[in-house]
């Protein structure tokens, strides 16, 4: 493990790298950062070509706001519709596919708006399942 600076073409200097094997990182013109040579055309500001390890990951932007699940004006689907849905096309709607996810990949926030917001529909199909069971009691 080596600790050291990145010194790019533009003579901006990142300190405190620890490095377990050699980092390679530019600054371009518009601050953009790269990494083992990702490419950042994509106007990101860090394109990274490798995986990435954090002991934590904080989204401040495109957070979940799935919360309207709860409300009285929510359309939830029957769940017979959504296991036709899934019967058909083997993903849960509004949720893109695996192939989906492989060519376009996801943002963060955004996926776990989605994730999120099946959780909420889940909680209200067990509730309701819930009030199925009080009332077969009886």
Same mark, same amino acid.
């Given at each position: 493990?080596?600790? %050291?600076?990145?010194?790019? #073409? /533009? #003579?901006?200097?990142?300190?405190?790298?620890?490095?377990?094997?050699?980092?390679?990182? #530019?600054? %371009? !013109?518009?601050?953009?950062?790269?990494?083992?040579g990702a490419d950042t055309s994509n106007n990101y500001k860090l394109a990274v070509n490798s995986g990435i390890l954090c002991e934590e990951l904080k989204v401040m932007a495109d957070v979940p706001s799935s919360d309207y699940v709860f409300e009285p004006t929510y359309?939830?689907?029957?769940?017979? $519709?959504?296991?036709?849905?899934?019967?058909?096309?083997?993903?849960?709607? /509004?949720?893109?596919?695996?192939?989906?996810?492989?060519?376009?990949?996801?943002?963060? %926030?955004?996926? /776990?708006?989605?994730?999120?917001?099946?959780?909420? $529909?889940?909680?209200?199909?067990?509730?309701?399942?819930? !009030?199925?069971?009080?009332?077969? !009691?009886?």
């Open positions: 493990s080596s600790e %050291g600076k990145i010194i790019t #073409s /533009d #003579s901006v200097v990142a300190q405190n790298i620890k490095a377990t094997n050699t980092v390679n990182a #530019s600054i %371009g !013109k518009f601050t953009n950062v790269s990494i083992n359309n939830l689907k029957p769940l017979s $519709e959504v296991e036709a849905y899934v019967t058909e096309n083997k993903h849960l709607p /509004d949720i893109p596919s695996a192939r989906e996810f492989k060519e376009n990949g996801y943002k963060v %926030g955004e996926m /776990d708006n989605l994730l999120l917001q099946k959780i909420e $529909e889940l909680t209200l199909y067990i509730i309701d399942l819930q !009030k199925q069971i009080e009332e077969l !009691k009886k």
